[in-house]
């Protein structure tokens, strides 16, 4: 069983900052990548950040130069900075871990982002 926790959403003014936290736990032997994606209210699900084992942290356009993404993989935390946030960020974030071989992926329960104008 693998849980993923996510916290730190919430509702914030335009410019504004929220910071994201997601602890994954249970029978998770190796990540291959851990990250966070949105889901606004008609849309597809998209990536907003992720970073690998192996590589560099890759950002949505939308996001760059306003959004951090850190942790820890052997931890199995990941966090995400948001800063100047605008409306258009409104939308539902979920963690996401992905291991290796299987390339299966993991999602947490999403945790509400609302930005107003």
């Known amino acids: 069983q693998v849980q993923l926790v996510e916290s730190g959403g919430g509702l914030v003014l335009a410019g504004g900052s929220l910071r994201l936290s997601c602890a994954a736990s249970?029978?998770?032997?190796?990540?291959?990548?851990m990250g966070w994606y949105r889901q606004a209210p008609g849309k597809q699900r998209e990536l907003v950040a992720r970073?690998?084992?192996?590589?560099?942290?890759n950002y949505a356009d939308s996001v760059k130069g306003r959004f951090t993404i850190s942790g820890n993989i052997g931890a199995k935390t990941v966090y995400l900075q948001m800063n100047s946030l605008k409306p258009e960020d409104t939308a539902v974030y979920y963690c996401?871990?992905?291991?290796?071989?299987?390339?299966?992926?993991?999602w947490g329960q999403g945790t509400q982002v609302t930005v107003s104008s």
């Open positions: 996401n871990v992905q291991v290796p071989h299987t390339w299966q992926n993991y």
């Open positions: 249970g029978s998770i032997i190796s990540i291959n990548g």
């Open positions: 970073f690998t084992s192996a590589g560099s942290p």
